[in-house]
T-cell receptor
Framework: DTEVTQTPKHLVMGMTNKKSLKCEQH?????MYWYKQKAKKPPELMFV???????INESVPSRFSPECPNSSLLNLHLHALQPEDSALYLC????????????FGQGTRLTVV | EDQVTQSPEALRLQEGESSSLNCSYT??????LFWYRQDPGKGPEFLFT???AGEEKEKERLKATLTKKESFLHITAPKPEDSATYLC??????????FGTGTRLTVIP
């Protein structure tokens, strides 16, 4: 089973709202990722967690706040977003950070109005 | 600076017309090159992992190869259902995993 589950599939939020995206995997993977993907562009890395600790933060604005409560779960808390933050947000996981492929969820389509 | 470039940006093939997609990379310490397929509005689907020059992997109509500077994804006798965006990604010495720009493949019946 190489399944990464993301919820919700779609989200519409106002610029003053607070919302969270959730990601879950049960493959025993110890690395988890958040990517942002705009239309017709490749996924852009936002955050990487390794063994539940933040390993990489690609200079993401503080209105995006990641959280890794345990080895199976990854959240992305959203607050005071801008319309340009509308995108497909993808979660992925891998066994580790070295020499291993990542498996992706189906994404959350976020629209900020 | 690490770079991954894919070409062509878009490719239209007749059904059965074989071709190759290219992924050129310049990275500090390659720790794996990965091919993914992505359908519109969906997450990338893992296809292949390549670690060292000379390595080849095959799956149905797809074959991936790796040299020290580039990787090719060969598509033999494609079908319309192979239409998708094909992405390559690399792991670097910084343990990053970042993507090339992708090739949008359309296979016409």
């Amino acid at each position: 089973d190489t399944e990464v589950t993301q919820t919700p599939k779609h989200l519409v939020m106002g610029m003053t709202n607070k919302k969270s995206l959730k990601c879950e995997q049960h493959m025993g993977h110890r690395a988890m990722y958040w990517y942002k993907q705009k239309a017709k562009k490749p996924p852009e890395l936002m955050f990487v967690y390794s063994y539940e600790k933040l390993s990489i933060n690609e200079s993401v604005p503080s209105r995006f706040s990641p959280e890794c409560p345990n080895s199976s779960l990854l959240n992305l808390h959203l607050h005071a977003l801008q319309p340009e933050d509308s995108a497909l947000y993808l979660c992925a996981s891998s066994q580790g950070l070295v020499n291993t492929e990542a498996f992706f969820g189906q994404g959350t389509r976020l629209t900020v109005v | 600076e690490d770079q991954v470039t894919q070409s062509p940006e878009a490719l239209r093939l007749q059904e059965g017309e074989s071709s190759s997609l290219n992924c050129s990379y310049t990275v500090s310490g390659l720790r794996g090159l990965f091919w993914y397929r992505q359908d519109p509005g969906k997450g990338p689907e893992f296809l292949f992992t390549l670690y060292s020059a000379g390595e080849e992997k095959e799956k149905e109509r797809l074959k991936a190869t790796l040299t020290k500077k580039e990787s090719f994804l060969h598509i033999t006798a494609p079908k319309p259902e192979d239409s998708a965006t094909y992405l390559c990604a690399v792991r670097t010495g910084a343990n990053n995993l970042f993507f090339g720009t992708g090739t949008r493949l359309t296979v016409i019946p």
